[in-house]
């Protein structure tokens, strides 16, 4: 055979064992064989196939013939191409019984067949030609599909219908949950910066808290950062205002009617008939009408002496002396229990 023959586009191709040393200078490259058919196999010509197998990676068909006269080649259940998809071999003059059919099934060849040809025996001894459809694992089917749609030039189309949905599910999120509120902006670059600025100016004030109080408010002043705590005042006072005008007269937040409650605790013990009494009920006994203002400002002549008969009255001992707390406002609007 001439040395100067190369066939390179080899797409089908039936050869017979062993191979001939000349062959590789031949065919130097298998890469677009889809068909492969080999006769006359045997165990010792095992390196030789499995050379071949290694050589095709678009191999898709493969039929294995030997002689009758030779038992069952060990080999055959050795060989392994991840491309074949269909493995013929009704030409290998055996029949397979069910454990050499199961050892078959489960060789490295065969594992990713779809489609495997054999003959077999069944339980009467009877010969039969069979064709399996092998059983695909989830991650194969899904390659498979993604091939599928690769080659028909789908997976362009696919990825881009995907974004869409993708988009449509974040702008539809982003309309039912509202946008959380921007970090407020610090004019430091980062917050390591920021914390060891204010480690420096705690470092310089004076240990006293009030001249540490008498400092900062002097800075805030020169900085005019005082104004935003004289409008919050005005806010405040103007919220004040509204609660007032939408609250009842005989319910109120402030600190003397507290101080009050607090002093009916202390009397709880010390005076009949007023256990566990708050400052409604409180004044519900005392005055005939507590919706009427001219009887809860003592105008009222009917009731004018229940102070006396329900509080005076009923002192257990009036030698005891008793101390309770009361609230304090300190200059700085500060409230605490003295």
């Not at 013929?88 to 078959?104: A, V």
Request: with cysteine; proline share 3%; hydrophobic share 35%.
């Amino acid at each position: 055979i001439s040395s100067h023959i190369h066939l390179t586009n080899i797409d089908y191709l039936c050869i017979k064992l062993p191979v001939n040393d000349q062959f590789w200078s031949i065919v130097p490259t298998l890469n677009r064989l889809g068909s492969l058919a080999v006769s006359s196999h045997a165990d010792t010509y095992h390196s030789q196939l499995q050379d071949l197998l290694n050589h095709e990676h678009n191999l898709h068909y493969l039929c294995i013939h030997h002689d009758a006269s030779l038992p069952i080649q060990m080999s055959l259940f050795k060989y392994a191409n991840t491309s074949v998809r269909q493995l013929n071999l009704t030409d290998y003059n055996r029949y397979y019984n069910e454990e050499e059919c199961i050892k078959l099934s489960h060789s490295p060849l065969c594992i990713q067949c779809e489609l495997l040809s054999i003959m077999v025996t069944n339980r009467e001894n009877k010969p039969l030609t069979l064709s399996y459809l092998m059983a695909l694992s989830g991650a194969e089917r899904a390659r498979r599909y993604r091939e599928k749609k690769k080659s028909a030039g789908l997976h362009k189309l696919i990825k881009q219908r995907d974004r869409e949905l993708n988009l449509r599910k974040f702008r539809s999120k982003s309309k039912s949950n509202p946008a959380r509120p921007s970090p407020p902006v610090s004019s430091f670059s980062t917050k390591q910066s920021k914390s060891k600025a204010l480690n420096r100016v705690l470092n310089a004030l004076p240990v006293n808290k009030d001249k540490q109080f008498e400092l900062i408010k002097e800075i805030a002043v020169g900085l005019n950062i005082v104004k935003l705590q004289k409008q919050f005042e005005r806010n405040q006072q103007s919220l004040s205002t509204d609660i007032k005008k939408t609250t009842s007269y005989n319910l109120c937040l402030c600190v003397h009617h507290e101080n009050i409650s607090l002093l009916l605790q202390a009397l709880d013990k010390h005076v009949r008939g007023i256990k566990s009494i708050d400052l409604n009920s409180f004044i519900k006994l005392l005055v005939c009408d507590d919706s009427q203002e001219l009887c809860m400002f003592s105008n009222c002549n009917l009731y004018s002496n229940n102070f006396k008969m329900k509080i005076q009255d009923e002192i257990i001992d009036s030698s005891v002396i008793i101390e309770w707390s009361l609230w304090s406002t300190s200059k700085e609007g500060k409230s605490s229990l003295v």
